[in-house]
């Protein structure tokens, strides 16, 4: 992609200027333009951006009508690990390279699945309201959580055992819980090197007493929490979603809960984001609810920065980005993305 002026365009971002970016494209001789379009519609977002070779996008929807507009676009990536907010069959017809950064942000999303385990587990919005009560009569009072478990001997559920699962289960091993692990596509040679062995879904959900789920969004995974699903855990389970809010049916989860088919939930990311405010998740005493935060921490912060631009030089030498999603395309006639060959 060297020879020639090329443009970079960001449709939406969260950080909080685009400083360093910006003096990154000037050193590389890049054309470099952002916009804050996360909502808008196809025909905005093709109008600002069509003629960007590299366009780096957050939560802005990239439809296969935005993708048909796309007159030079070369390679997408998707700022974070998800891309369910962009149609990859059609950037694959295009002959455009989606890739993502799915090492970004791990450790920070798998501390935060272990803190709302902690904090569902332990029934924290009912330790707020005990403590409030003891300040206010002087009168202290257990009644209000029992029953509450200790977390040591118990069994976690890890759904998902990737990037994120992984590094969860490791810092898990410090608890003195046995873990289960489903995940039908981790390598074999992975689950040696982790010291477990995959477990069927429905098996997980019956022997689980934590649930942590750590899968992305496709056909299959859509809607996997259902009703049915919940009926198969213990009363006395809890679920906690820090990758994305549509491997749960809100409503079936909201029904578990009221039903006390399971006894709580910890979430930071929602079938529809934001939750609506009438949402009964947000009134209920057994549901703790983040921000869909787990991915920040300044540190992450950065490392998705340093990932992106890394992918964009790589870009501009004639490389590809480090994690292609739609590999595919690579052996397609009309891919516009030039690979220079190894010297």
């Not at 964009?312 to 030039?338: D, M, S």
């Amino acid at each position: 992609m060297r020879g020639e002026q090329l443009t970079f365009k960001i449709t939406d971002y969260v950080e909080r200027d685009l400083a360093w970016e910006e003096d990154q494209c000037r050193q590389l001789g890049l054309r470099f333009e952002y916009y804050q379009l996360r909502d808008a519609p196809a025909e905005e977002l093709v109008r600002h951006v069509r003629d960007a070779d590299i366009i780096l996008v957050n939560m802005a929807r990239f439809s296969r009508e935005v993708m048909a507009g796309l007159e030079k676009t070369k390679v997408i990536i998707r700022h974070g690990i998800g891309y369910d907010n962009v149609d990859v069959e059609a950037a694959t017809e295009y002959g455009i390279i989606l890739a993502n950064e799915r090492t970004a942000s791990s450790e920070d999303v798998a501390e935060h699945a272990v803190l709302l385990m902690l904090e569902t587990y332990k029934k924290r919005k009912i330790q707020a309201e005990i403590l409030r009560d003891w300040i206010q009569t002087g009168q202290w009072s257990s009644e209000k959580i029992a029953p509450l478990y200790r977390l040591s001997g118990k069994t976690v559920g890890i759904i998902g055992c990737g990037n994120i699962g992984s590094r969860v289960f490791k810092k898990l091993q410090g608890f003195g819980v046995k873990t289960l692990v489903c995940d039908p596509y981790l390598a074999a040679e992975r689950f040696r090197e982790l010291g477990t062995s995959h477990t069927p879904f429905d098996e997980v959900l019956a022997q689980a007493d934590l649930i942590t789920i750590h899968v992305p969004v496709t056909d299959e995974t859509r809607g996997m929490f259902n009703l049915k699903k919940f009926a198969l855990m213990k009363t006395s389970a809890i679920v906690v979603n820090t990758s994305r809010g549509p491997v749960i049916k809100t409503e079936d989860l909201i029904e578990a809960l009221k039903r006390r088919m399971i006894a709580g939930a910890g979430l930071d990311v929602f079938e529809k984001e934001p939750p609506p405010p009438d949402s009964e998740l947000l009134s209920m005493d057994n549901v703790i609810l983040s921000p869909h935060i787990a991915w920040y921490s300044e540190e992450g912060g950065w490392d998705i920065r340093f990932m992106i631009m890394d992918d964009v030089k790589a870009c501009l030498e004639g490389r590809l980005p480090r994690h292609v999603v739609n590999k595919e395309v690579l052996a397609r006639p009309n891919l516009r993305f030039k690979l220079q060959p190894n010297p």
